[in-house]
């Protein structure tokens, strides 16, 4: 019995890979799955879906887009991809105020109505869904101003001699023991 299991297992990674392999344009395969085009940017080296249904996208290097705020992309972004969902996001940050935020999901529940839904750690962001039908220019890190620091959770743009410094230093307390 484990002889059959064998070859069946080998016949279905191949026509898995087979799958994955034709799905086209990271563009296509946000499409498929009922996700705006737009959501990553032009400069996307390379993607794969696994097994688990994990999308990595390999961009070309960190970069900075502009959508209602800034959204940071580090060189790799992981989530889990469903119908409607970038769900467990690694590599994302959106700035709210001084404060970059994890994007932990990215969700199209009602295509119709015209609204995408970030979820930024500690609250929801919906933003129309106008902004993307294309994929956004990035800057690269170079040309950032303000950028996230280690997983995106720091605050930016504060100089130490401000007279923010202590509230950088309680939200960014805040953010690295509870996130």
Sequence with gaps: MA????PTLIILLVVSS??????GSLDSVLQIY?????????KVKGYSI????VLEIELEKPCLAMFESFVFYEKVV?????????????????????IWLPVKAIV???????????????ANKTLSLSH????????????????????????????SNSR????KEVVSSILNNYF
């Design 164 to 167: 923010f410094s202590r509230v």
């Design 78 to 98: 992981r989530a889990n991809l469903s119908e409607g969902k970038l769900l467990g996001i690694h590599g994302l940050s959106n700035k709210e105020l001084f």
């Design 3 to 6: 002889s059959v299991h064998g």
């Design 132 to 159: 993307f039908d294309q994929p956004p220019s990035c800057q690269s890190e170079g040309h950032m101003q303000l950028k996230p620091k280690n997983g995106g959770n720091k605050v930016q743009g504060l100089g």
């Design 108 to 122: 199209v529940n009602y295509p119709d109505i015209g609204i995408v839904m970030f979820d930024i750690t500690v």
């Design 34 to 42: 009922g996700l705006p085009r737009g959501l990553f940017p032009d």
């Design 50 to 53: 696994d097994q688990n249904m």
């Design 18 to 23: 087979f799958w994955f392999s034709t799905l």
